[in-house]
């Protein structure tokens, strides 16, 4: 079996690390994990996962750990959770094979208001 890596770097303003490791199936595996960047790297149970050009939406557990199947090709998946910002993926052009541990660290919305 042919093992390739990918990394990225976790950033505290909310971002995504990506590790590629080759399988032999049709389908791309995404697993990862959601992270509260702002509560000491605690994760995020029941966060959404989805791929922008799919109508299928996975969402974490209760140890914030997901698991989505997608078909290889360009894919941009975002995490969400309420009162966090959005998370998006660079574009990520999919393999046929590949298995991607792809996880995400969101930031609080605060929401400030002036009177």
């Known amino acids: 079996m042919t093992i390739s890596l990918l990394g990225c770097l976790v950033q505290q303003n909310g ?9 032999k199936s049709d389908k791309v595996v995404v697993i990862g994990t959601v ?3 702002d509560k000491n790297n605690r994760t995020l149970p029941g966060s959404a996962i989805k791929s ?10 209760k140890n914030g750990k997901y698991h989505i199947e997608l078909s290889p090709g360009k894919h941009i998946l975002r995490a969400t959770y309420i009162g966090y910002q959005l998370n998006s993926t ?6 046929q094979g590949d298995s991607i541990i792809l996880d995400f660290v969101l930031k609080d919305a605060k929401q400030h208001t002036t009177n």
């Open 15 to 23: 971002s995504y690390t990506q590790t590629i490791l080759k399988t």
């Open 90 to 95: 660079k574009a990520i052009d999919l393999v």
């Open 52 to 61: 922008t050009d799919t109508t299928f939406l996975t969402s974490t557990d």
């Open 35 to 37: 992270y509260d960047t």
